[in-house]
């Protein structure tokens, strides 16, 4: 219920603030239900935008504001005229996507099934003019073919959505995608889902679960919540979780816990969206990740474990889609942490929730899903989450290090010592 000013200002921030455009770079608008569209400004400092700096072009063209409309205006209209179900365009330059746009490459979202289900495929638009009538015929072309998300050769990418919402999780999995392949081709061969398993991913349905009332709520349970959140928020900021992927929980009791739900951008959640699972019931009224019975599996098999995380971090999924050998004996921290991992086939958290939760032991707190995610267990919320940032971290270093030299790892007498001293 935002006005389109406002949403225009909240979306270029998170853009801003997450490193996906400059301070004159990309420009996003909205077509409003009588014809107008709300665009940014042009030549306005996108790091500190307010609503007063969006621009009204009027149906008859007129031109309402303080300043003139992005130079890239003809795109936007053109394209509003030609896809009459796209509401909403994100413009910008995001690195990881320009580096596709200058070899003239398009990003591979059949990597990981949430871009694919996403993004879909991807156009290319041919080079022409910024703000020129012939680059907006350009890309207008190509959204007419059918396409939701086109890269510009040499420029960066547009995308189109039912609302601006829509329009930027597309636009950020994209993003995501761009940065995982990039990363991923710096150890290995990518190897991407198969038709047979996108569909896999995209017939796969939600929990239906019996539901229930809560009548009261402990002070243990709103604790959690809001530690939750905090966490949540934190993982979305430091980009180990995308606004539509990324699954908390955390157990209260016996066959009780909270997990954040299904379909809900994770940069907003609060503490009144997640869910309480009971005895196997939803809290009425709410819908849960689709991960919930894994995460009820492993509770259920192993007492110890009091948090797990489903996270999708762009450099430990290097190694879900290349197939490489990941090695946690990096640093003491990275082996304490880490120690080995489970390696499992993509759809097993879905369609074999029992048999992945057996996997999970002391000395395998943690799992890489081919082409899908990692899964991080913990004797606490915190344990968890440190866990699931020293995986990432350890991943960036080790594909970092194949730029510098040979990866010489810690030996096996080195690590029996680290076990002997750390009780492992």
């Given at each position: ?12 921030q ?15 608008s ?31 063209g007129?031109?309402?504001g303080?300043h ?7 795109f ?18 995001p ?10 490459k398009k990003p ?24 020129s009538?012939?680059l ?9 073919q ?6 510009l ?16 999780m ?6 995501f ?25 995209r ?9 229930f ?14 530690q ?10 430091q ?12 157990k ?5 816990f909270?997990?954040?739900?299904y ?6 959640l609060?503490?009144d ?10 809290e009425a ?14 509770y ?8 797990v ?8 999924l ?23 991992v ?6 097993s ?12 032991c002391p ?15 913990g ?26 030299g ?19």
């Amino acid at each position: 219920m935002l006005h389109p000013a406002e949403q225009l200002v909240n979306i270029m921030q998170r853009i801003y603030n997450y490193g996906m455009t400059t301070t004159s770079g990309g420009n996003l608008s909205i077509l409003d239900d009588n014809g107008d569209i709300w665009i940014t400004p042009g030549g306005i400092d996108k790091g500190s935008l307010t609503t007063k700096d969006i621009v009204k072009v009027k149906k008859d063209g007129t031109i309402e504001g303080i300043h003139k409309p992005s130079v890239e205006l003809p795109f936007h209209q053109l394209i509003y005229q030609k896809r009459k179900d796209i509401k909403a365009i994100v413009h910008a330059h995001p690195p990881a996507l320009v580096s596709f746009s200058i070899v003239r490459k398009k990003p591979d979202t059949r990597l990981i099934p949430v871009a694919h289900l996403m993004c879909g495929e991807i156009g290319m638009a041919a080079y022409d003019v910024p703000g020129s009538k012939e680059l907006g015929e350009k890309i207008a072309d190509v959204f007419e073919q059918g396409y939701d998300c086109v890269m510009l050769e040499n420029h960066g990418v547009v995308v189109g959505g039912e609302d601006i919402i829509k329009a930027f999780m597309a636009f950020e999995t994209l993003d995501f995608c761009a940065r995982l392949e990039i990363r991923a081709s710096q150890i290995g061969q990518t190897y991407p889902l198969s038709a047979k398993y996108l569909e896999i991913a995209r017939t796969k349905q939600d929990v239906i679960l019996g539901t229930f009332a809560p009548y009261k709520h402990s002070s243990e349970e709103k604790f959690a919540r809001s530690q939750m959140c905090k966490l949540i928020h934190r993982a979305y900021q430091q980009q180990l979780f995308t606004s539509t992927q990324g699954t908390f929980s955390v157990k209260l009791d016996d066959d009780c816990f909270l997990i954040t739900p299904y379909n809900k951008d994770r940069k907003y959640l609060d503490v009144d969206d997640l869910v309480l699972i009971k005895n196997g019931q939803a809290e009425a009224g709410k819908n849960p990740s689709r991960s919930v019975l894994l995460h009820r599996a492993i509770y259920k098999k192993h007492p110890e474990i009091n948090s797990v995380i489903i996270a999708h971090p762009p450099n430990i999924l290097a190694f879900a889609v290349t197939k490489k050998q990941f090695d946690s004996r990096i640093i003491p921290e990275s082996y304490i942490m880490l120690r080995n991992v489970n390696i499992l086939p993509f759809g097993s958290t879905f369609m074999q929730p029992e048999l992945v939760a057996d996997t999970f032991c002391p000395g395998k707190p943690w799992a890489i899903v081919e082409n899908d995610c990692i899964i991080v267990t913990g004797n606490s919320l915190l344990n968890a989450f440190d866990r699931l940032e020293v995986a990432e971290y350890s991943a960036k270093a080790v594909i970092d290090s194949g730029i510098i030299g040979d990866f010489a790892k810690i030996s096996d007498e080195q690590v029996k010592q680290l076990e002997k001293a750390f009780n492992l």
